[in-house]
């Protein structure tokens, strides 16, 4: 077997953003009694081998969960390049996680992680769009070529290395490596992995949270479980 189909796996969750749009740090905010990096950080440290936690300069706080925490850069990019530094040089799957996702299962991980072992490049979980799309231009977009692409994103770790090293700047990494040769694949995304970007969105995904508790007769500590809940 090759070294990506066994070999250890390494999510780096980018917790570097400050929050504009929501008014503070969102990866700080509580849902349901825990924050949402916390979360996201337990999601992840669950499906994979190790835990990279990308911050702000002026973070302080400790991470739970996280087996390394770096510093971020001006970008997103320099940001996972900061987090994909700290990754192990024996990692051969690498996943990509916004923290203001922290609502993504199990279930989406282990597809990202199955689908990269069995010989993708990159990995982008996406959902349908659902709504009309207007461009600006003027004119209605065929939704039915459109995707909405989520994280976690998933890798092989020397695609992913090689596409940083390349250079450039983008809003997700699976970018990068098309622009480099690499071959992107697509698997199922879910609805409820919501991103946090505004405080309304806690609220959506609180409920999320507690349908989840109520459908299966737990508690609001874990992600809801993917889209069976909607």
């Known amino acids: 077997m090759s070294e990506v189909a066994t070999g250890p796996v390494w999510c780096v969750v980018v917790a570097a953003g400050r929050g504009s749009r929501f008014g503070g740090p969102k990866q700080q905010a509580i849902l349901a009694g825990r924050a949402v990096l916390e979360r996201s950080v337990a999601t992840a440290g669950a499906a994979c081998d190790g835990v990279v936690v990308v911050v702000p300069d002026d973070w302080t706080d400790p991470v739970d969960g996280a087996d390394r925490v770096v ?127 505004e405080p309304s969105d806690l609220d959506v995904a609180e409920a999320l949270l507690r349908r989840a508790a109520a459908s299966t007769g737990g508690d609001t500590d874990g992600p809801p479980g993917g889209d069976s809940l909607l």
Do not use: C, M, W
Request: proline share 3%.
């Open 71 to 197: 510093v971020g850069g001006a970008t997103r990019s320099a940001s996972v390049a900061s987090g994909l530094d700290a990754v192990p040089a024996d990692a051969a799957v690498v996943l990509v996680h916004d923290a203001a996702r922290p609502l993504a299962s199990a279930g989406l991980y282990r597809r990202v992680i199955e689908a990269v072992r069995s010989g993708a490049d990159a990995v982008v979980p996406a959902v349908a769009v659902v709504d009309t799309i207007r461009s600006l231009g003027g004119g209605t977009v065929d939704r039915d070529r459109l995707r909405a692409v989520q994280t976690p994103q998933g890798f092989r770790a020397g695609t992913l290395r090689a596409a940083h090293r390349a250079g450039g700047d983008a809003t997700d990494d699976a970018t990068l490596v098309e622009a480099v040769g690499g071959s992107v694949e697509l698997v199922d995304g879910e609805r409820t992995n919501l991103k946090i970007t």
